[in-house]
């Protein structure tokens, strides 16, 4: 398509901004638009490997990304008790550059999101498309503010629960709920964490090093029913959660979740979306149509691949739904191999599904994604 050709992107997250990143690259008018005015993130970190790190060098953004990270090359298993029983080294893809990196995610949204108004792409928030109306040559929005706008191509990437999908393909059934939940908080960076460590067990954890003072731990837990938790009070729930982890770095640390409004609790859910991944002029990407479970790391990961690769594709293909198939055939398998995978290790924590070993399936993850996109 002609590099003067018009795009919408629907959601300004991970995946929204690296498609504007990546079409502004490409020449395209971009226009990306994020329903919450404030535009906020939470304040835990996020865990990119090395496809990540090659994805962000050939966005252009690498030097501000590894600036607002920590890089490593190595993944560390422990048993519950703590004793460290694999390191597994992971692969660089890029010469000279780290393996994988841990980031704050408003480090890395503010990367992002600079990068993107620094490339040239118009960003309005508090406003959503009310409407979509394709005719074939273009697409007709109308905004919340009563504004509209023509588009050439529309792409949704507005998360596991995407208006865009729900306009596209209304039959497509809910994220699935797993029935584990995610609970993450910072600490002050352990000195010897080098690198990702993750402890086996019905609870899992993981602890991830931020920058030279900060860390997260991510603690995985049985959510039997979805139970929502006050606010106040969740230091303490958390806290429980870890009673039976016997690692004693993981209780040392565990005295240290006291305040309520520094934990993250999120339920795992997930989606993969086996049908066409557009309709006319609009394309879904990201969560909005494969949304993952954390397990392996590989969520906001996928995101940034589709981005590049739809933008891959549009520059190639003389029109949207030739490049919107294109798109969907590179990333079909990958990305169901993430949700799968991620999947049967969140169901045999739970007991329901044969233990997945961590180590095992790390390594099998690394080789997969070290593939080219």
Wanted: with cysteine.
């Amino acid at each position: 398509m002609a590099p003067e050709t018009s795009a919408l992107v629907i959601g300004g997250g991970i995946g929204g901004l690296t498609a504007a990143i990546a079409l502004r690259g490409k020449g395209f008018a971009v226009k990306v638009i994020e329903r919450d005015p404030n535009w906020s993130v939470y304040g835990v970190g996020i865990i990119q490997q090395g496809n990540v790190v090659r994805a962000m060098a050939a966005l252009g953004l690498i030097e501000d990304y590894l600036h607002a990270g920590w890089g490593f090359d190595q993944v560390e298993i422990a048993i519950p008790t703590g004793q460290i029983v694999a390191k597994i080294p992971t692969p660089r893809l890029v010469e000279g550059l780290p393996a994988n990196v841990g980031i704050g995610r408003r480090a890395l949204q503010k990367v992002l999101g600079d990068r993107t108004r620094a490339a040239g792409a118009e960003v309005r928030l508090g406003i959503t498309a009310e409407t979509l109306e394709d005719d074939g040559n273009g697409v007709t929005v109308r905004f919340n503010d009563g504004s509209t706008g023509r588009y050439d191509l529309v792409i949704g990437a507005d998360g596991l629960y995407s208006q865009t999908r729900a306009t596209l393909f209304p039959d497509t059934p809910a994220p699935d709920f797993t029935g584990q939940a995610v609970w993450r908080y910072n600490f002050p960076r352990l000195p010897d964490l080098k690198g990702l460590r993750v402890f086996e067990g019905p609870t899992g954890v993981g602890l991830v090093p931020l920058s030279d003072a900060l860390m997260y731990m991510y603690v995985t837990t049985p959510e039997p029913g979805n139970p929502r938790y006050p606010r106040e009070g969740i230091a303490a729930v958390m806290r429980d959660k870890l009673a039976g982890v016997p690692a004693p770095a993981i209780q040392r640390l565990r005295d240290q979740i006291v305040e309520d409004d520094e934990v993250v609790y999120k339920p795992l859910e997930w989606l993969f979306v086996e049908g066409p991944w557009h309709k006319g002029r609009v394309v879904l990407l990201g969560d909005a149509i494969h949304a993952t479970t954390p397990h392996l790391g590989q969520g906001a990961g996928m995101a940034i691949e589709d981005s590049i690769v739809l933008a891959e594709e549009l520059v190639r293909a003389d029109k949207p739904g030739a490049a919107f198939d294109a798109f969907r055939a590179r990333r079909f398998e990958r990305c169901r191999y993430i949700v799968e995978s991620s999947r049967a290790i969140c169901l045999g924590q739970l007991g329901l599904a044969p233990l997945v070993e961590n180590a095992s399936a790390t390594r099998a993850m690394f080789t997969k994604v070290s593939e080219p996109i």
